[in-house]
């Protein structure tokens, strides 16, 4: 039974985010950065290689607050197993609880392929895609606050503000050409 | 009220953009929508082979015993530069040989600098630009333009050639009119000295007002380039279809691996993977063919080919390297190879413009 965003209770003062990335991405270094940062709540890092998440110990798995993929521009395993994962993911974390971190999208010389294919991954599941690097210590904690950022309103650490509220801000709902 | 008609009208774009992104590509059998505002142009669905009933607009017509001309592009490791269009450049006799005389005389003046002091990065003393014929195949190009660099050694009599240059455009097609007084000339394929080739190129920049670039391949141009020119086979036994992939830093103890097939059974493989009456190559066809040869070698080592870099390829006619190195090896797939070179530098100044 794959986990969904209400299928269970919020911990007491508990974020929970969960890493999907493929094996080597860096899950573990962004995992370090995040729990670097000083938050006034306890905060939980999950990592996952892929979805769904096996069926054993899912009754003492926490909630899920925010989920986020890894995937490395250079690599195409990396981007297949994400387009894999996020199929298996419930569609209740799309709507802002969840995101798409692309690593390497800079280094032009060495990608697997086109970027409208990632942005294209990006835009049909409605999520952000941050674009970022995990190499030097920078840049890993650059990330890791932005992404607490987004943690924080899906966790509802953020007063009167729903991830639900920032999904519907995203668009302007007027008439658009087609894309 | 509003809500419904926001609906309504979300509903609508939403079945818009999905029909309309089926039709723009295909990625590992799913359509996605495309953003409207990103800095990046995607690769074409499907490239021309050439071959067959290639859309050659007109085969290029050799002078007689012109033939070894072509000949000396084979076999020989060339480093591909892209060059933006040239400023003021004529094919004239004496703008040519006026030219020569210019870079000549810069090379001598540059060379009485580093007299005594360098005697390694020597630069040569002679330039001579000449016509390279028989490359330009569409009525859009402008001819090929050779440059040869002589360098007369301290104790040899005879000049010997130190650098060779040949500024080129294969098959393109005019998608947008250039000013009058640019000519387009986009590859540049240089065999030389690092030294010798760093002041040619800044010569050329200078002179001509370009801007010249490496060239490198990324791995889904190494991978389009494989898939297309694999089945392409050379009747030489001995010719294989060899993929290098390099590995992460973090593995140890190994750099690389290379998976060479043979010709034959890559020409099978392709048979299989392409549609024969098509003159097109599509990207569906790239990527089926690929996919069977990862599949292939997972199932042998158990590692994943798709989690590497390829950063080398080799087929029957061409290899070229990511940092922007070529060899052919065949010299009818020489317009092939330089004419899909000229497709994606046109394809990369789209990009930066």
């Known amino acids: ?179 | 009220m509003t809500s419904a008609v926001v609906y309504k009208v979300r509903h609508v774009r939403r079945h818009q953009y999905f029909s309309w992104a089926e039709s723009q590509l295909k990625w590992q059998g799913k359509a996605w929508p495309t953003r409207r505002h990103t800095p990046y142009t995607k690769t074409p669905k499907s490239r021309r082979l050439h071959g067959k009933s290639s859309k050659l607009e007109r085969t290029p017509v050799l002078p007689a015993g012109d033939t070894h001309s072509l000949k000396q592009l084979t076999s020989k490791t060339w480093h591909v530069y892209q060059v933006t269009p040239l400023n003021n450049f004529q094919h004239s006799a004496a703008a040519l040989r006026k030219y020569s005389r210019h870079l000549s005389a810069a090379l001598q003046a540059e060379s009485h600098k580093g007299i005594g002091v360098d005697l390694e990065s020597e630069i040569g003393d002679r330039a001579i630009f000449s016509i390279y014929k028989g490359l330009a195949t569409s009525p859009d190009d402008p001819e090929a333009v050779e440059l040869t660099i002589k360098a007369k050694g301290r104790s040899r009599v005879s000049a010997r050639i130190i650098c060779n240059a040949i500024l080129c455009s294969v098959g393109s097609e005019h998608r947008d009119e250039l000013a009058e007084r640019l000519t387009m000339l986009p590859v540049l394929l240089v065999k030389g000295t690092a030294a010798v080739t760093r002041y040619v190129i800044s010569w050329l920049q200078a002179q001509f007002d370009c801007h010249i670039r490496k060239m490198t391949f990324n791995p889904m141009a190494l991978v389009w380039m494989v898939s297309m020119w694999a089945g392409i086979s050379t009747g030489d036994k001995s010719k294989t279809v060899e993929l290098l992939y390099t590995l992460p830093k973090a593995v140890e103890g190994l750099s690389r691996i290379t998976l060479t097939i043979d010709a034959t059974d890559a020409k099978t493989l392709w048979d299989s993977v392409h549609d024969e009456e098509s003159v097109d190559f599509t990207a569906d066809e790239v990527t089926a063919f690929i996919k069977a040869l990862e599949a292939h070698f997972f199932h042998h080592f158990k590692i994943h080919l798709a989690a590497l870099t390829l950063s080398r390829i080799g087929t029957p006619i061409v290899y070229i390297g990511s940092e922007g190195r070529l060899k052919i090896l065949s010299e009818k797939a020489i317009h092939a190879v330089l004419q899909h070179i000229t497709e994606l530098v046109r394809d990369n100044f789209c990009r930066a413009s």
């Open chain 1, 1 to 179: 039974m794959a986990f969904t965003s209400h299928s269970k209770l919020p911990e007491l003062n508990t974020a929970t985010i969960l890493l999907v990335g493929m094996q080597g991405i860096g899950k573990h270094r962004l995992a370090g950065a995040l729990l670097e940062l000083n938050t006034s709540y306890s905060l939980q890092v999950r990592t996952a290689t892929h979805l769904p998440l096996p069926a054993e110990n899912s009754e003492s798995r926490p909630r899920i607050d925010f989920v986020v993929f890894l995937l490395d521009a250079n690599n195409n395993m990396s981007i297949s197993k994400t387009v894999a994962s996020a199929k298996e993911l419930d569609v209740s974390y799309f709507l802002g609880r969840a995101c798409f971190v692309v690593l390497n999208a800079t280094s032009e010389s060495l990608h697997c392929t086109d970027m409208s294919n990632i942005t294209g991954l990006c835009d049909a599941h409605d999520s952000p895609m941050l674009c970022g690097s995990l190499q030097d210590e920078n840049q890993r904690k650059c990330l890791a606050r932005k992404l607490l950022c987004q943690t924080e309103v899906s966790s509802g650490f953020k007063h009167a503000v729903s991830p639900m509220l920032i999904q519907a801000t995203k668009h302007t709902y007027e008439f658009m050409e087609p894309l």
